[in-house]
């Protein structure tokens, strides 16, 4: 059956860190693939998305997500993180339905 | 702004006592989803509209019905509650279906309901 995993449930780091998020999918096919996050008390919404096209896409708040096709993954990364980027991330695939994986938890302490 | 609003965003109900959730949207999007997300899971997928097409997932329990009497409101039906389907549960809607193309299918969520059973 398809699945998302994610790699970590809980990331800590200090602020000005880097970070990167793991995120595998099982599907051969044609796949979308999506970061989610939701803030503390908010709403998912969505940083960014890959339909095709160039494997590095940019999203909000200066996230960026790589597609590696032969590794199956689409991993999240941000260069110098800040204490307002803790929240929650969920990365999610569509293959005729949208499925999350079980989100990373991240905390960026001062 | 809000452009899917969800109602309430707290539910108390007792063990058994029949709830509603509500769930509106002014994107005039065709697909209306509600996903069940439990504490450090990730959100999971009951059914969905595409218009009036009604599509369950294999795997949710006949518990949870819904409803979408016109293209802007979406209700969910949990006709019996038990102590396990206390959860946040989230509305989503998106233009098309997941699998289309370009940007028709990208989901955008309301901020959810969290429903405690007692």
């Known amino acids: 059956a398809q699945s998302v995993s994610q790699h970590n449930h809980h990331v800590i780091l200090s602020e000005a860190a880097s970070l990167e998020l793991g995120c595998n999918y099982s599907?051969?096919?044609?796949?979308?693939l999506f970061w989610y996050v939701q803030y503390p008390g908010q709403h998912l919404q969505l940083l960014l998305k890959y339909f095709s096209g160039d494997p590095l896409v940019k999203g909000i708040k200066g996230f960026e997500a790589e597609f590696i096709k032969s590794k199956f993954s689409f991993n999240l990364r941000k260069p110098s993180v800040q204490w307002s980027d803790t929240a929650e991330y969920f990365c999610a695939a569509s293959w005729g339905k949208l499925q999350f994986g079980a989100g990373t938890q991240v905390v960026v302490t001062p | 702004d809000a452009m899917v609003i969800q109602n309430p965003r707290y539910q108390v109900t007792q063990f058994g006592k029949p709830v509603t959730l509500s769930c509106s949207q002014t994107l005039n999007h065709n697909v209306m989803y509600w996903y069940q997300q439990k504490s450090s899971q990730a959100p999971k997928l009951l059914f969905h509209y595409y218009d009036k097409d009604f599509n369950n997932e294999a795997d949710t329990p006949d518990n949870f019905q819904s409803r979408r009497p016109n293209t802007s409101f979406c209700f969910l039906d949990i006709r019996s509650p038990g102590l396990g389907d206390a959860a946040m549960y989230l509305c989503a809607t998106s233009r098309d279906l997941p699998g289309a193309s370009s940007g028709a299918n990208v989901l955008t969520f309301g901020a959810g309901s969290r429903l405690t059973v007692l």
């Open positions: 599907y051969g096919g044609t796949v979308n």
